[in-house]
């Protein structure tokens, strides 16, 4: 029934979570921001400057654009360091073996993520020219919960909403699915959302929903 699929890539296609978990907790610590693993869930799906936003509501002051320009390229600094030690072993087989089934049965697939780092996290998931469309953090104005990075995935594969089904971890990416008018398949912590057309136990469960 439907004729393409869009992953979210943190958290859904790999576990890069950890990694902007450590690069913003270090960030924090210089600046005496109280950070943990809750608030970090909040940054799921989120802009690189709306998560300094949502750090710096910890935060006694008030800092400049500039400043704050420069703490989140500090932040992505740390982060594309701790992505240096990513490799395809990163990638699961199961995430592997459904990717290619979906492509097998015909299914087109892209990616739709805030990052502007998803090119280089395919690459070093050995992902590189895989996905038939990539929209990302750099082809978008709004970040999730806006439709935008999907409503432009259903574009690069020349598919209307309706075709297409979002795979998604974070209860940002499944509100702006449900605004863009796609289906979505919830996994991980966003199965508890209760918003989505499926929830996913496992990767895999991906394919009875598209049979
Ligand atoms: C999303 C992550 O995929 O990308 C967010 O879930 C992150 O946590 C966002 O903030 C932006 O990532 P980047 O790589 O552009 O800093
Ligand atoms: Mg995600």
Same mark, same amino acid.
């Given at each position: 029934?439907?004729?393409?699929?869009?992953?979210?890539?943190?958290?859904?296609?790999?576990?890069?979570?950890?990694?902007?978990?450590?690069?913003?907790?270090?960030?924090?610590?210089?600046?005496?921001?109280?950070?943990?693993?809750?608030?970090?869930?909040?940054?799921?799906?989120?802009?690189?400057?709306?998560?300094?936003?949502?750090?710096?509501?910890?935060?006694?002051?008030?800092?400049?654009?500039?400043?704050?320009?420069?703490?989140?390229?500090?932040?992505?600094?740390?982060?594309?360091?701790?992505?240096?030690?990513?490799?395809?072993?990163?990638?699961?087989?199961?995430?592997?073996?459904?990717?290619?089934?979906?492509?097998?049965?015909?299914?087109?697939?892209?990616?739709?993520?805030?990052?502007?780092?998803?090119?280089?996290?395919?690459?070093?998931?050995?992902?590189?020219?895989?996905? $038939?469309?990539?929209?990302?953090?750099?082809?978008?104005?709004?970040?999730?919960?806006?439709?935008?990075?999907?409503?432009?995935?259903?574009?690069?594969?020349?598919?209307?909403?309706?075709?297409?089904?979002?795979?998604?971890?974070?209860?940002?990416?499944?509100?702006?699915?449900?605004?863009?008018?796609? $289906?979505?398949?919830?996994?991980?912590?966003?199965?508890?959302?209760?918003?989505?057309?499926?929830?996913?136990?496992?990767?895999? $469960?991906?394919?009875?929903?598209?049979?």
């Amino acid at each position: 029934k439907y004729k393409g699929i869009i992953f979210d890539l943190d958290g859904v296609i790999c576990h890069t979570d950890k990694y902007h978990y450590l690069a913003w907790k270090q960030l924090a610590d210089k600046l005496g921001i109280y950070f943990d693993e809750k608030i970090n869930n909040r940054l799921r799906g989120v802009s690189r400057m709306d998560s300094l936003e949502i750090i710096l509501e910890n935060y006694n002051g008030s800092l400049t654009a500039t400043e704050k320009e420069n703490y989140s390229e500090e932040k992505n600094n740390i982060y594309k360091r701790l992505l240096e030690d990513m490799s395809p072993s990163d990638l699961s087989k199961e995430v592997k073996d459904t990717l290619d089934q979906l492509k097998e049965d015909g299914l087109k697939l892209a990616i739709g993520s805030s990052s502007k780092n998803a090119r280089y996290i395919l690459e070093q998931l050995g992902l590189e020219g895989y996905f $038939d469309a990539i929209s990302d953090g750099n082809n978008i104005e709004k970040s999730k919960p806006d439709p935008e990075v999907f409503l432009k995935a259903c574009e690069y594969l020349g598919l209307s909403p309706k075709e297409c089904l979002v795979v998604e971890d974070a209860k940002s990416g499944l509100e702006a699915a449900i605004e863009g008018g796609m $289906d979505q398949a919830a996994i991980g912590d966003a199965v508890y959302t209760q918003l989505a057309t499926y929830d996913l136990a496992t990767f895999s $469960d991906l394919l009875k929903c598209i049979r």
